[in-house]
DNA sequence: CTGAATCCCCCAAGATACTG
DNA sequence: CAGTATCTTGGGGGATTCAG
């Protein structure tokens, strides 16, 4: 490896394939919500609204697998499983943070642009 | 604009909007590329390696629109066309740069959480 | 309650061919 | 050189149903 720069086209892809990873339609909403503590699968539902049981189940399971956060199943009847987020999951919320500042505070900037962009394209 | 805590659901879904936008399959490397230096379009093309035309057209005017990049077409013959990152592209890059940083001082724990987590599902 | 399994739709994305 | 137009396909994502 070359400790003089990470600028080669090998990391940027394996940025590209954490930010596809993460930049899904689900997965950040859920770490989000659960970054205020562990939830139960139907509360965590409840808690972001509009997604299916599948889509719920097939991103916690990814990002289970990907280490970002735990599953801790409880035998009781009814049966209950907690999900939380590991402290792989609570550090990736630091940069993450970092762009969602970012993205807040110039979503006006883009949607300026695209105003413009579509405006002159209309015409 | 809000000078509240950006804890809401709704700057968490503006949030993986951009994620989604910027975490798809090209834009993070045309970007990267651009970060160098202004390039014409087969340049990109080439620098980047595996991408369509198509792709590339498509990836670079949805940039564009964004307001991410320039798009200068000089009329001569042959015909040339630069691209160039504007400030906004340019100042994208810093929060991304962090996202990057991380993911490539991290991807070691999360390939390993993958192969305990395949490794436990397929014993 | 917490999932797994199945069906289905739509669109991102690639291949190919043509144009200014 | 820098695109556009068209066709095709793989898979993301939703609705529904079944199971432990």
Redesign the pocket.
Known sequence: MKPEHLHGTEDCRAVSQILQRIG???SLLVVRRLGDGPM????L?RAIG??????L?TT??TLERDGFVT?T?FATV????D?ELTDLGRELEIPVKGLAEWAIVNSGRINEARRRFDGENAA
């Open positions: 899904d339609k689900w139960r699968f139907n509360e539902r509009g997604i299916s049981q599948k889509m189940t916690l399971r599953r199943i009814p049966p209950r499983v999900y």
